[in-house]
């Protein structure tokens, strides 16, 4: 009990002030027989040296020293080592959302800081504190848009992320708020331009695309909004790969933009915590969730933040809030904001080229091999694209991993329609040389058929 | 034994004199990140790249960003002392007693985050094939089985990315049950000493809220209850301990009135550090709950999150829960099972804030059965030591038996012009971090105080010392309490001016 700062005796000075003989009895409001009277059947109690002997164990148990091209919605970057310095500072990490501004100004300033840097890479007026991640990141930028727009219908095109999908559809299935798939060009992986025409009605609140999208295709932004737009239908862009902002043009003409942040600098962690946060113009700062640090002046004149327009959240207007949302990730926002701080302005760019180059070779070496070819070929992508092989993907995967390589992910599961298809991510940690071992065993089949 | 006369109740600005705990001391200035910026300094240096250079504006076409984002351009040593710098203006548990109520601001052990940043636990990917993430899965296995013991429910998912995102997945569950049974029926019952996310989540889940008056103990009035409970009701969101930190004594004749009309009991176990080891919510009634793993499990608060807040419930609710979850396969290996037909769908991408589930498994590691007993024990030990200390100066407004928090009232201080808000303002010049300030609602003025078990008596006796002190200086000098903080690096900030006409980013100054 290594954690409990108290002596037995200081814990008997203590009950004689209240009044009682022993603790337990400060349990005997609740009735006898709902009072536990045996041990909570869990481990053991572990000494501190135990308990990392388990995780490493654990650790062991996942297997490692394997060269990976998955990406899709979980990216992996290097992650500059003062990322963590700074956030495993206790004064960062063991602080809560910053009510009390007079001794929070350390977080307030630096979600000032991140909510600007987040405004510069996408191009938009205001961003806020962050929010889950990615998915329920999209899901509130949808219901935002209801609201907005006092419609209920939306348009979401099939090359969202296939999970981000799914949590939109649990999030407004009991609100009334209809959604149509839009359907993807089979020579493009683009939004087919027609069908989007056809789904917007005069109901449509937003048309939702992803970009670059789940193939890793960069959507074109500028035709999508005028089709919306002319509609009187918002433009949300869902960007689950936040490095691709370092090279490929921000969607200026969005009216919402959702981002996962996990990209800067964030452990991937089997999938959380990320870090997610939306983007908008001006006019709809009311209509955003989530928490927004704002500047102002305290009595003397001096600069200092607080927390904004909290009348839009739960604790003040309950069953009419915006949102539930009560928690954003704060630390993992900090993480993000250290990141864009040690890339910087020309670094951000020069390691999202890295990317593109990474991903070209990638494509372009794993191709060569006869029987896989790319799709989608003719559209920018970032650093993901989808292969296609002759041989079923699940042999192919087997023959990868023997070689200590993570190919693609099938994407099968959601994308029956393109045959044996994976997806790739090449990001700057991938080598050349693990680039060329995977070609080569994709080679090696036909030695083996032959 | 606190004393009233170790405090110097005049003294205005504690400058390098000492007020209880804390003596005032420099902080550096810093400006923005984006003030430091200059041309051509870096803190990055890439590896070479080992693929031929592309033309990216070539590759993209349309799609190429023609001006790189105005990111600042600062190098290594600035940004450490950047954050460093604002990070010394923050108050923390690491600096000392948080008793921020209905927050449970305890201590975050160190090895969670050592063992969580373990390369083979934090680069595993979510899409990597389940034969090399049985480690992350058996870890999965392990929480979900200690906490479905700690509640005593039956099934458990660990999906939702906070406490609210659990209200949400478990009000979902209550209403696919209620729909495979025919009717989702119309409306959630919700006390008005609840969380403001209560009524909101019942809200998104397509059910009316109806409000519960609570009675004279600022419990259910289990009368009331029973009147407008109906066929209509899908259920009762219900805080136990209550948001007054007093435990519904009542609880099994809440849940008969409930279950006799086929409604369910939610409890919203944002108070679960009350409760662990010494009882368990599905013993006494509870349909479904969620846990606050940043709360009652040690995962730290990190200025507003991450949080995680996975929902137990019982085996009628088990056909519901989001996919995927977790199975064990005839092989013996464990993996994600999408095929349930019956699900609410998904909540989150990927499997929930997989990072808190090492942290607080690691907590309960470290604690075992004894240990987790012998916490709550002092969490519910610490805040009745802080009400028996207090209790002659500041109104208690119930004075029903407090478990892990306590509540006044700032009834007495009020008739001289000091608020609760004012209270706690000049307590940080004492150097502690306020308490939740004007809540629960239905308590005028509430002062909620939740110490959490990671106090000692040294810093509860300061804490006492400090809030003897105001009281007193509420009576004799109140104009030192309602301007207070005085010693903080800014003053009261102007919040009405920054909702006004709000700045929300830096933007360059011309020329």
């Known amino acids: 009990m290594r954690y409990l700062p108290k002596s037995p005796a200081e814990r008997a000075v203590m009950l004689e002030r209240i009044g009682v003989r022993t603790a337990d009895e400060l349990f005997h409001v609740i009735p006898e027989e709902y009072r536990l009277k045996r041990d909570l059947k869990i481990p053991r109690q572990m000494g501190e040296s135990e308990i990392i002997e388990y995780f490493r164990n654990a650790a062991a148990q996942n297997g490692s020293g394997y060269a990976s091209f998955l990406g899709a919605g979980c990216y992996r970057h290097y992650r500059p080592v003062v990322i963590d310095s700074i956030v495993q500072r206790g004064e960062f990490l063991t602080s809560y959302t910053p009510y009390q501004a007079e001794i929070t100004q350390g977080t307030l300033q630096a979600i000032f800081e991140f909510q600007t840097m987040i405004c510069e890479l996408t191009g938009m007026d205001v961003a806020n504190a962050s929010m889950y991640d990615g998915s329920t990141g999209a899901s509130e930028a949808v219901l935002m848009a209801a609201r907005i727009t006092g419609r209920s219908h939306s348009v979401v095109a099939a090359t969202v992320h296939p999970e981000y999908r799914e949590v939109m559809a649990t999030a407004s299935q009991h609100r009334g708020l209809p959604s149509t798939t839009v359907g993807y060009d089979a020579e493009t992986g683009r939004v087919n331009l027609d069908l989007l025409q056809a789904a917007i009605t005069d109901d449509t609140a937003c048309v939702l695309v992803q970009s670059p999208n789940f193939f890793g295709v960069v959507e074109d932004i500028p035709a999508i909004a005028a089709i919306a737009h002319a509609k009187g239908a918002l433009l949300i862009v869902s960007i689950a790969e936040a490095v691709s902002l370092g090279v490929v043009r921000p969607p200026v003409e969005a009216d919402i933009v959702s981002l996962e942040a996990q990209s800067f600098g964030v452990a991937m962690s089997y999938g959380g915590p990320f870090c997610g946060v939306i983007a908008t113009k001006e006019k709809f700062i009311r209509q955003m969730p989530g928490r927004l640090a704002g500047q102002t002046q305290d009595a003397d004149g001096n600069r200092g933040f607080v927390l904004t327009l909290a009348t839009r959240e739960q604790h003040i207007r309950r069953e009419k809030a915006t949102s539930n949302i009560c928690t954003n990730q704060a630390l993992v926002a900090l993480m993000a904001t250290v990141f864009l701080t040690v890339y910087g302005k020309d670094g951000l760019r020069e390691v999202a080229v890295q990317n593109l180059a990474k991903a070209e070779f990638a494509r372009t070496t794993l191709t060569a091999q006869s029987g896989a070819e790319a799709l989608f070929g003719a559209s920018p992508r970032f650093n993901e694209f989808v292969l296609v092989t002759e041989e079923p993907v699940a042999v192919m995967q087997a023959r990868l991993l023997e070689q200590k390589i993570l190919g693609g992910v099938d994407l099968s599961r959601w994308y029956p329609e393109l045959g044996h298809a994976t997806l790739w991510c090449a990001t700057e940690l991938n080598t050349r040389a693990q680039m060329e071992a995977a070609a080569t065993t994709l080679a090696a089949r036909e030695a083996v058929e032959a | ?511």
């Not at chain 2, 009675?215 to 409970?229: F, Q």
């Not at chain 2, 009701?233 to 009542?250: C, D, K, Q, R, Y």
């Not at chain 2, 996919?323 to 092989?331: G, H, I, K, Q, W």
């Not at chain 2, 969490?379 to 004075?399: C, G, H, K, M, Q």
Request: net charge negative; charged share 25%.
């Open chain 2, 1 to 511: 034994m606190a004393s009233d006369t170790m405090i110097p109740v005049e003294t205005t600005t504690p400058r390098n004199t000492t007020l209880g705990k804390v003596r005032t001391h420099p902080t550096q200035n810093e400006g923005l990140i984006f003030e430091k910026s200059s041309p051509g300094k870096r803190a990055v240096r890439l590896a070479p790249l080992d693929v031929p250079e592309v033309d990216a504006e070539a590759l993209l076409g349309d799609a190429f960003r023609v001006d790189a984002a105005p990111l600042p351009e600062v190098s290594e040593i600035e940004i450490i002392r950047h954050f460093t710098r604002l990070s010394t203006w923050n108050y923390a548990i690491d600096l000392g007693m948080y008793p921020l109520g209905s927050c449970t601001m305890k201590y975050n052990p160190r090895v969670n985050e050592f063992v969580a940043r373990l390369e083979g636990i934090a680069e595993a990917h979510p899409y990597q094939p389940e034969s090399l993430a049985q480690g992350s899965l058996e870890v999965v296995r392990e929480l979900e089985q200690c906490l479905i013991e700690i509640t005593g429910m039956d099934a458990i998912t660990l999906q939702p990315a906070a406490g609210a995102h659990g209200e949400f997945t478990g009000i979902l569950l209550v209403r696919a049950y209620h729909e495979s049974r025919g009717n989702a029926r119309r409306k959630v019952i919700v006390p008005d000493s609840a969380h403001g996310t209560n009524p909101a989540t019942a809200a998104i889940c397509g059910y009316e809220v109806q409000n519960l008056k609570s009675n004279s103990l600022g419990m259910v009035d289990v009368a009331e209850l029973e009147r407008i409970v109906d066929e209509d009701t899908a259920a009762l969101m219900l805080t136990n301990p209550s948001t007054i930190g007093v435990f519904e004594s009542e609880i099994h004749k809440i849940a008969e009135v409930l279950h006799a009309k086929g409604a369910l009991l939610y409890m919203d176990g944002a108070n679960m550090n009350a409760l662990v080891g010494k009882a368990r919510p599905g013993d006494f009634g509870v349909d479904v709950m969620h846990l606050n793993l940043h709360k009652t499990f040690s995962t730290p608060h990190g200025g507003g999150g991450p949080g995680s807040g996975p929902v137990a419930c019982k085996a009628i609710l088990e056909p519901f829960l989001p996919t995927p979850v977790l199975a064990r396969r005839s092989d013996g290996m464990l993996g994600w099972n999408h095929d349930r037909p019956q699900s609410v769908g998904r909540v989150r991408a990927f499997y929930g804030n997989y990072g808190m589930f090492v942290r607080a498994l690691a907590y309960i590691l470290a604690n075992g059965p004894d240990g987790l007993r012998q916490t709550t024990e002092d969490a519910v030990l610490n805040a009745n030591y802080i009400r028996s200390s207090l209790e002659d100066l500041y109104e208690l407004p119930y004075t029903t038996a407090s478990m892990h928090e306590v509540v006044f009232s700032d009834r007495r201080q009020a008739a001289r012009g000091v608020k609760t808000g004012d209270i706690a303002k000049r307590i940080i010049d004492y150097g502690f971090h306020p308490f939740t300030v004007s809540f629960p609602m239905i308590v005028s003025g509430a002062l909620m105080i939740e110490p959490t078990e990671s106090e000692s008596k040294e810093e509860l006796d300061l804490f006492i010392d400090a809030m003897r002190a105001i009281a007193h200086e509420a009576e004799k000098t109140p104009e030192l309490v309602k301007n207070a903080p005085h010693s903080t690096r800014v003053s009261r900030l102007d919040e009405a001016t920054a909702a006004r006409k709000p700045i929300l980013r830096w933007r360059p100054t011309a020329g």
